[in-house]
């Protein structure tokens, strides 16, 4: 008998399992996905299969990784912001992914007039002045010296962790996101 779920592709408590060890992110192993399996009884390949149906259907938006670039001396981490016409973006942000420095690039929607702007990247280095001249390479590059953007320097690390899961006490399949405190 199949418990009651919140999703139809939870179907046992092998997959409700796996699925809250994925909040502990991928054991820094050989095969990841071996060793995720056996926490929750699945095979690799089950594993596999199932991190791909439930990206399919939208259970799990992605899977990525965490870098505390920080601990690695990255310290001049730039997030650059571009009001690009909406015709365009999809070939910018093409462009821009296909640049080696570029480590993070995504189309978030405008709001108003004070944040006009749509596409987002993040450039990580080590020393202020190489990442300005990435950033100028990139708009070269990428064609876009004629959009209004900006550049955001971090000044400070926030806490990075994947998503965390909790089981509702009423019904302990069904895997409801926690929203940060």
């Not at 796996?18 to 060793?35: E, K, M, N, T």
């Not at 749509?118 to 202020?128: A, K, P, Q, S, V």
Request: net charge positive; hydrophobic share 40%.
């Amino acid at each position: 008998m199949r418990p009651e779920s919140s999703h139809p592709l939870l179907t046992d408590a092998r997959d409700v399992a796996l699925f809250l060890a994925l909040q502990d992110g991928l054991p820094l192993v050989s095969r990841p996905y071996a060793a995720l399996g056996a926490r929750a009884g699945y095979s690799e390949a089950e594993v596999i299969d199932r991190l791909h149906d439930w990206r399919e259907s939208g259970l799990i938006k992605r899977l990525g990784v965490i870098v505390r670039h920080r601990r690695l001396g990255y310290r001049a981490n730039a997030m650059v912001v571009f009001d690009v016409p909406d015709e365009r973006v999809g070939s910018v942000a093409r462009a821009m992914c296909g640049q080696p420095f570029v480590t993070l690039c995504y189309r978030r929607p405008r709001r108003g007039d004070e944040w006009p702007y749509n596409l987002f990247c993040m450039i990580h280095g080590h020393d202020r002045a190489l990442v300005e001249a990435q950033i100028r390479q990139l708009i070269e590059t990428c064609g876009i010296s004629d959009v209004p953007t900006a550049t955001l320097f971090s000044t400070r690390c926030f806490k990075q962790r994947g998503a965390r899961y909790r089981l509702t006490p009423a019904n302990p399949a069904a895997v409801q996101p926690l929203l940060p405190a």
